[in-house]
């Protein structure tokens, strides 16, 4: 599967016979896009980032000019995704009359991509929306698969379920006022997702790279994001619930989210939370006979040419691995962990050494 260098496509996957999702991906593609996406629709409501939406309002409400019916801004990030928010986007929606065939458009990162897919499964036991991520992480795994889901506190993730967006507008073109940061933060999942593709196409593109995450073109980016999806999107195929073969892209998760909820979602940002599991994953799978360390160091040397963490501090590890622990317990004593053999080869582990992976927290 090259990567494409089409300035936009779109990429359809059915999960069940009474489901379709239609995915499109390129630069200034958020205006057609979106057209397409709400043709026909009697009334949108959007809920927007306050950062992102002074410059992307006039491009999603000229796209249905006629149908915006109210726009509720949200500040993104962790904290958007708590109770109090998911409760103050359903009392909007109800106390402005939204029906049950109108749509919703979440414009914003991954965390409103969350919080905003949760709403819609719950007002009126589950309203269409619509997804327009502007950060390379959303565009490239948060925004995609219909996992949305809200925090508790010390509990990343704790309440949520499947809901799967009508369609999700990925358009490069809005990355290009983001900090470089959230662009790392991006290669964090496209890192994951590489390894876990088969044949290792998009691995080893990624590898023939020579600069960091603030060196590609937007047509490189849009390739890169496109390639990345299509890849979830084979695994999501036969798997639209996570069940068993969807559960490789929780490759670098379960540290991920430990060490975001042992710091209270504040000292560790989600990307570089995925970066430090990725490599704490290999790393353990080196100590434990099972990756081969030529995979391990492939995989750090990536994590190190995008400017990512792969190490917590020592003094920190007591603390992520005892969330790691109320996970095992919480799952009556199985922690599931995914561990790279290969370039798309994974085993998932339900007998982890917590002693070991503490140990693997910390980059030697």
């Known amino acids: 599967?090259?990567?494409?260098?089409d300035s936009s496509q779109w990429l359809r996957e059915r999960?069940?016979?009474?489901?379709?999702?239609?995915?499109?991906?390129?630069?200034?593609c958020l205006g057609a896009g979106l057209r397409a996406a709400l043709s026909g629709?009697?009334?949108?409501?959007?809920?927007?980032?306050?950062?992102?939406?002074?410059?992307l309002e006039t491009a999603v409400t000229g796209s249905a000019a006629d149908s915006i019916a109210g726009v509720l801004r949200l500040r993104g990030g962790e904290a958007a995704k708590s109770l109090e928010t998911w409760r103050a986007i359903l009392e909007w929606?109800?106390?402005?009359?939204?029906?049950?065939?109108?749509?919703?458009?979440?414009?914003?990162?991954?965390t409103i991509s969350d919080v905003v897919g949760y709403a819609a499964s719950a007002y009126l036991r589950g309203v269409p929306y619509v997804n327009v991520p502007t950060t390379l992480l959303a565009q490239a795994d948060g925004a995609i698969g219909g996992k949305v889901a809200i925090n508790l506190p010390g509990a990343k993730n704790a309440i949520g379920g499947f809901h799967h967006p009508t369609h999700v507008v990925c358009d490069v073109s809005t990355?290009?006022?983001?900090?470089?940061?959230?662009?790392r933060e991006g290669f964090a999942e496209i890192v994951k997702v590489a390894v876990a593709e088969a044949g290792g196409e998009l691995f080893e593109h990624l590898e023939r790279g020579i600069g960091g995450a603030d060196t590609y073109s937007a047509a490189e980016l849009a390739a890169?994001?496109?390639?990345?999806?299509q890849i979830k999107l084979d695994l999501l195929r036969d798997d639209p619930f996570e069940k068993n073969l969807r559960r490789i892209l929780n490759f670098g998760h379960t540290v991920a989210h430990s060490l975001e909820s042992a710091t209270g979602y504040v000292a560790a940002s989600h990307g570089s939370a995925v970066a430090i599991g990725l490599a704490t994953a290999c790393r353990y799978g080196v100590a434990a006979g099972l990756?081969?360390?030529?995979l391990s160091e492939r995989i750090h040397c990536l994590l190190d040419r995008f400017g990512l963490p792969t190490s917590v501090e020592p003094e920190a590890c007591d603390d992520v691995i005892k969330f790691l622990d109320g996970i095992r317990r919480a799952r009556g004593g199985n922690l599931l962990y995914v561990v790279p053999r290969g370039i798309g080869d994974f085993i998932i582990l339900d007998n982890v050494d917590l002693a070991r992976l503490s140990e693997s927290l910390v980059r030697p």
């Open 41 to 55: 629709t009697r009334a949108v409501w959007i809920v927007a980032d306050t950062d992102v939406w002074p410059g």
């Open 224 to 229: 890169i994001v496109r390639h990345s999806v």
């Open 175 to 183: 990355l290009a006022t983001l900090p470089v940061s959230y662009l």
């Open 15 to 28: 999960y069940r016979q009474e489901y379709e999702t239609s995915i499109l991906i390129g630069d200034g």
């Open 291 to 294: 990756t081969p360390t030529s």
């Open 1 to 5: 599967m090259p990567l494409s260098s």
């Open 93 to 110: 929606l109800a106390a402005e009359g939204a029906a049950r065939r109108d749509i919703v458009v979440a414009v914003g990162g991954g």
